[in-house]
Structures are given as structure tokens and as C-alpha cells.
């Protein structure tokens, strides 16, 4: 019988939670984020690209196809596309902070969920819908200027990121688990791929 166990390593270069992958050292870890940063903000070329590309996929209408032809599969398909118009802030708005990751090459949004308990005055559970069922409360960006460094197991896989934002500056941990992580290109299952070709 063949032995299951992960024998090689990936190769990542990382140390200490910080990705090393990068080339230009300009352009790693916190330089690279402000780089960027500055690149979207006054550069007028990448900044008109980068509002090209937004203002095109705002107007993209979103909807959710069902998987097959079954009764069960319409209604997933309903039920998605319900908790995509039922959250904090429109699906459109997720989206332009999902985008980000054009300019920094990576973009975490944490998974906050919800009980769909109807018109209530908490926060927590407020949603269009009454019906008890789990929904996304809202899919917020954790913003790339925060992290701190990324989460790994002994066998390479990305456990999360840690991040310290303002005001408080204090360490929070987001697991994978609870994250939505969007790249523009996978080498070496790095975190925070930029592709410039």
C-alpha cells in the first residue's frame, strides 16, 4: 500500500509569516503594499485602467445559475442569490473591495455570517427575510495595508492571516476557514501573488 504522507516542501520562500517571493525588493511585504498603493493613487495611467475595469464590472448584472435541473438545485441557486442581496453593504460594493486585489495582487475579505430573523434592531441577525436560515451578514475586506503576516501549517497550507489595523493596533487572526482570498495568479500557492507579465 502506498504511503499517503506528504513527503516535499513547495519551495515558498517565507520567514516568519513574510512572503519573499517578490523579486524587487522594493516591492515586498509593507514597501510593495504603499508601491502599489501609490502606483493606483497617482500614477494616471494605472489609475484610469484600475477605474476602467471597476466601473465595467459594476455594471456586470450578478446572478446565480442553479447546478442542475432539480427542484433542490433551483432553490440553492434562489437561496445565493438572496444572501447576496441581503447583506450590510451592497453585493456591488463587496465587489469593488474585492478588486483591490488588481492593484496589490491579493485581496482577504472576512466571512461574517447571520440568522435571517427578519426586520429586527440587531445588526446581527436584520435581514429582508425571516425564514431562521444562516446568511452572510457581510464579506469585509481586510485591508492589505493591515496584514502582518500570513498563517502557515508544518505542511505549507496557509492557516489564515494575522492582521494589525488601526485605531487599536492589535494582532487578529482570521482563519482560512472564515476568509475569502482573491489572487491574480497562483506560483508556489503564494498568498499574495502580484502578475505583471
Known amino acids: 500500500m502506498a504511503d499517503n504522507k506528504e513527503i516535499g516542501r513547495i519551495g515558498q520562500r517565507r520567514y516568519g509569516g513574510v512572503i519573499y517571493e517578490e523579486f524587487l525588493h522594493e516591492l515586498r511585504g509593507k514597501r510593495g503594499i504603499e508601491a502599489y498603493r501609490e502606483m493606483s493613487e497617482n500614477d494616471d495611467v494605472v489609475g484610469a485602467i484600475l477605474f476602467a475595469i471597476e466601473m465595467l464590472v459594476r455594471q456586470t448584472d450578478w446572478n446565480v445559475e442553479p447546478g442542475g435541473d432539480s427542484q433542490a438545485d433551483i432553490d ?4 445565493v ?7 450590510q453593504n451592497t453585493w456591488i460594493d463587496t465587489i469593488s473591495e474585492i478588486l483591490s486585489f488588481l492593484t496589490f495582487g491579493w485581496s482577504y475579505h472576512e466571512i ?9 434592531k440587531d445588526g446581527r441577525t436584520r435581514s429582508k427575510y425571516a425564514d431562521g436560515l444562516i446568511g452572510w451578514r457581510k464579506l469585509p475586506i481586510r485591508a492589505q495595508e493591515t496584514l502582518y503576516q500570513w ?18 493596533y492589535n494582532l487578529y487572526t482570521i482563519p482560512i476557514e472564515k476568509a475569502l482570498l482573491f489572487r491574480t495568479k497562483s506560483r508556489k500557492d503564494n498568498p499574495e501573488q502580484v502578475y505583471f507579465a
Not at 81 to 87: A, G, I, K, L, R
Not at 112 to 120: A, C, D, I, L, S
Open 76 to 79: 440553492a441557486a434562489e437561496f
Open 81 to 87: 442569490e438572496s444572501c447576496m442581496n441581503d447583506m
Open 112 to 120: 461574517v455570517y447571520k440568522r435571517r430573523m427578519g426586520r429586527t
Open 151 to 168: 498563517e502557515y501549517d508544518d505542511e505549507d497550507n496557509l492557516k489564515g492571516m494575522t492582521q494589525m489595523p488601526p485605531p487599536s
